[in-house]
T-cell receptor
Framework: NAGVTQTPKFRILKIGQSMTLQCTQD?????MYWYRQDPGMGLKLIYY???????DKGEVPNGYNVSRSTTEDFPLRLELAAPSQTSVYFC????????????FGPGTRLTVL | EDKVVQSPLSLVVHEGDTVTLNCSYE??????LLWYKQEKKAPTFLFML????IEKKSGRLSSILDKKELFSILNITATQTGDSAVYLC?????????????FGEGTQLTVNP
């Protein structure tokens, strides 16, 4: 099993550009999450999904959109990139809502200039 | 608003020392407390605690939860340079639509030879 995979690993965007960060998991997890981690900080939840077709906002959803058309994929869309979105983005998934252990992808380092 | 506070934010020790990392929380619908280790990449899971007073151990690492006083500690004995990392505490909260983790800022541990 590959676990949670993310693409791309690195990306530089200009202000106002858009992009999609891809996340795929092969563990048949229903629950998937997107976090951002700013330098020296913990992870902040952007969006999460409890199953295909169901998504909800986390702590910091502004400037982002998500969709969940399949169990495996949970892409994160950035519209009109801003320097404040410079961060490392982690996707995670979990099997159980009750026990909450989440498995993380390797991250995407995004710079907006 | 759910809140997780870790202390200290950074710690420098010598190999062989024992360290204690702290995590306190104020959340609604508590389900679990998790510890992760992050070494310049994705967080990796260490422990999940759901019951007070039951110590979890893995080699030189151990952790315990106090649900009355709303805190947890992570102990590392006989530290090694390979223990150098950011240690993240996260609290899992159960909401009707799924599970969420709220992360603390992390403790940066540096172990010098």
């Amino acid at each position: 099993n590959a676990g949670v995979t993310q693409t791309p690993k690195f990306r530089i965007l200009k202000i106002g550009q858009s992009m999609t960060l891809q996340c795929t998991q092969d563990m048949n997890h229903n629950y998937m999450y997107w976090y951002r981690q700013d330098p020296g900080m913990g992870l902040k939840l952007i969006y999460y999904s409890v199953g295909a077709g169901i998504t909800d906002k986390g702590e910091v959803p502004n400037g982002y959109n998500v969709s969940r058309s399949t169990t495996e994929d949970f892409p994160l869309r950035l519209e009109l990139a801003a320097p404040s979105q410079t961060s490392v983005y982690f996707c995670a998934s979990s099997y159980s809502a009750t026990y909450n252990e989440q498995f993380f992808g390797p991250g995407t380092r995004l710079t907006v200039l | 608003e759910d809140k997780v506070v870790q202390s200290p934010l950074s710690l420098v020790v010598h190999e062989g020392d024992t360290v204690t990392l702290n995590c306190s929380y104020e959340v609604t619908n508590f389900r679990s407390l998790l510890w992760y280790k992050q070494e310049k990449k994705a967080p990796t899971f260490l422990f999940m605690l759901t019951s007070s007073g039951i110590e979890k151990k893995s080699g030189r690492l151990s952790s315990i939860l106090d649900k009355k006083e709303l805190f947890s500690i992570l102990n590392i004995t006989a530290t090694q340079t390979g223990d150098s990392a950011v240690y993240l505490c996260a609290v899992g909260t159960g909401v009707t639509s799924g599970s969420r983790l709220t992360f603390g800022e992390g403790t940066q541990l540096t172990v010098n030879p």
